[in-house]
């Protein structure tokens, strides 16, 4: 540094001081403000995931947000935290039904003849009866149903815990797994479950609803009750149940909505 | 004699300013999502006043059919609202900010005289410092509803691993209630607050970005003490 060369700092004035700062702050705040707008411009226009992939329908950077979310709010999980339960006087005397996809009345179903498929390792099929899981130990639950539209209901519903069966099938070291997958007979409704949820003592696979045997909108003969979970997991008539350590495919998982939808 | 006056420390501007879009966005994504189940209503004697929302306000911002759409925004800007509300109620803590902010026992006396004034009803208005006692309840109130609608929300995002925050909040339905309102609450504040900036002038505003006002004061004789220390 040439000291010839700089003249001596002279103090600025109140004005220019004034001046300085406030050139200073709004040109940071402009720039910050210009900066926040492109960034949302940036989200807002991202594209939508690829079609055809296990999940769908939502931006990019908003599904990766999901899965993140996802893996911290799995840190809180607990077979420990149960849902509420409420007394039998409580619960509706007919559940809402919102939906029919995978069971449309125009399709050709014959409860009598269903039998549950659980596809095993190497491509073997365990079929079992709904006879036999009724034969195993009842258990009932009475608990607010809630919908990802926003509505809940108190039902009480009867059938076998999922792990229940899963130990009586001896399908235990299926539990290693990290996913449960269920479809409809027609494969037309179908869910992916992460074991924790899936295995919860609260999941049932139920064939009972409000003291009577399930009736066909209801998801007759055998569908799946998961407190754990919004209403969209909750398959009704399930066909096949998968095992593996990938995600199975989703219904609404591929219309843009959160893969794990745990509550 | 013109003096730089600090108002705002840069904390509390930067934490107001990333609020102010991320509740825009928090709000719009939560109306998406309430669309859902848009049961509530204002009733007056058992009549339907008003009904949340019409058809025109739902048509008008384009919310019908974006449930989806609404969760996955809403789920993840729920973080940057909460940790620019940690940051903001740590540093006002720990800087000693809050002293200025936090209503003090008179507050709520005085708060009916700022209102009073604010309305024209009073001439004097009461003495303040950084801010008046309506200011000190305002400001203060908007925190805890923010801590309100993160702890609310948590009870109807994960009512069963969370079931100890969904009783606490009077259960499911009421914790969605206090959601909807805390946010109604929200955008009431934003309306009195845009009128009172509005009115407070382009001074009051500015400095919320530099964080200074300039003050006119009148040249001192030089030789005068300022004994203002000692006597306080």
Redesign the interface.
């Known amino acids: 540094m040439s000291k010839q060369a700089k003249k001596p700092k002279k103090e600025l004035t109140?004005?220019q001081?004034?001046n300085r700062?406030?050139f200073i702050?709004?040109a940071s705040?402009t720039v910050?403000?210009g900066g926040?707008y492109g960034g949302?411009r940036w989200l807002y226009k991202s594209p939508e995931e690829v079609a055809g992939g296990i999940t769908g329908?939502?931006?990019k950077p908003?599904?990766k947000?999901?899965n993140k979310?996802e893996l911290f709010?799995r840190r809180?999980?607990?077979d420990n935290?149960?849902?509420?339960t409420y007394p039998k006087e409580m619960a509706v005397k007919g559940a809402r039904v919102n939906s029919d996809i995978g069971l449309e009345a125009k399709k050709k179903f014959d409860p009598a003849t269903w039998k549950l498929q659980v596809i095993k390792k190497g491509g073997e099929v365990l079929q079992v009866s709904l006879q036999e899981i009724m034969a195993l130990p009842k258990t009932e639950i009475v608990y607010?149903f809630?919908?990802?539209?926003?509505?809940?209901e108190i039902q009480h519903w009867a059938g076998v815990k999922f792990i229940d069966f899963i130990k009586h099938f001896k399908l235990d070291e299926y539990t290693k797994m990290e996913y449960v997958g269920m479809e409809t007979p027609d494969k037309a409704y179908y869910v992916g479950l992460d074991m924790p949820s899936a295995i919860h003592p609260q999941t049932l696979l139920a064939y009972e609803m409000s003291g009577k045997p399930l009736q066909l909108q209801h998801g007759a003969p055998l569908r799946l009750i998961i407190?754990?979970k919004y209403g969209i997991k909750n398959l009704k008539r399930i066909g096949t149940i998968t095992f593996s350590n990938t995600r199975p495919r989703d219904y609404?998982a591929e219309?843009?909505?959160?893969y794990y939808s745990?509550? | 004699?013109?003096?730089?006056k600090e108002k705002h420390s840069l904390a509390m501007r930067w934490c107001h300013?990333v609020n102010f879009?991320i509740l825009t966005?928090m709000i719009w994504s939560g109306m998406l999502?309430?669309w859902?189940?848009d049961?509530y209503t204002f009733s007056l004697f058992g009549h339907t006043v008003f009904r949340f929302f019409p058809d025109w306000f739902y048509s008008a911002l384009k919310i019908p059919a974006h449930?989806?759409?609404g969760?996955?925004?809403h789920?993840?800007f729920m973080?940057f609202f909460t940790l620019n509300g940690v940051l903001y109620v740590l540093y006002t803590i720990l800087s000693g900010e809050w002293r200025e902010l936090v209503p003090k026992r008179n507050s709520f006396k005085e708060a009916w005289l700022v209102l009073l004034h604010d309305l024209h009803i009073r001439k004097m208005a009461p003495p303040q410092k950084k801010y008046n006692a309506a200011q000190r309840i305002a400001y203060t109130a908007i925190i805890i509803m923010g801590i309100g609608s993160v702890v609310t929300g948590l009870a109807i995002y994960?009512?069963?691993?969370?079931?100890y925050l969904?009783w606490l909040c009077g259960g499911?339905?009421f914790a969605?209630i206090i959601h909807f309102i805390l946010t109604l609450g929200y955008v009431f504040f934003f309306v009195i607050h845009i009128v009172q900036v509005i009115l407070a002038g382009w001074k009051n505003f500015?400095s919320v970005?530099?964080?200074?006002e300039?003050v006119n004061e009148p040249a001192k004789p030089a030789i005068q003490h300022t004994n203002d220390e000692q006597a306080s």
């Open positions: 109140i004005e001081k004034i700062r406030n702050s709004f705040f910050l403000a926040a949302w329908g939502t931006r908003l599904r947000a999901l979310t709010f809180v999980f607990s935290h149960l849902v509420k607010d809630k919908c990802v539209e926003g509505w809940d407190p754990v609404w219309e843009g909505y959160d745990g509550l | 004699m013109k003096t730089i300013w879009p966005i999502i309430y859902g189940n049961t449930l989806a759409e969760m996955a925004f789920f993840l973080w994960k009512p069963v691993q969370f079931y969904t499911y339905h969605r500015s970005i530099s964080g200074f300039v």
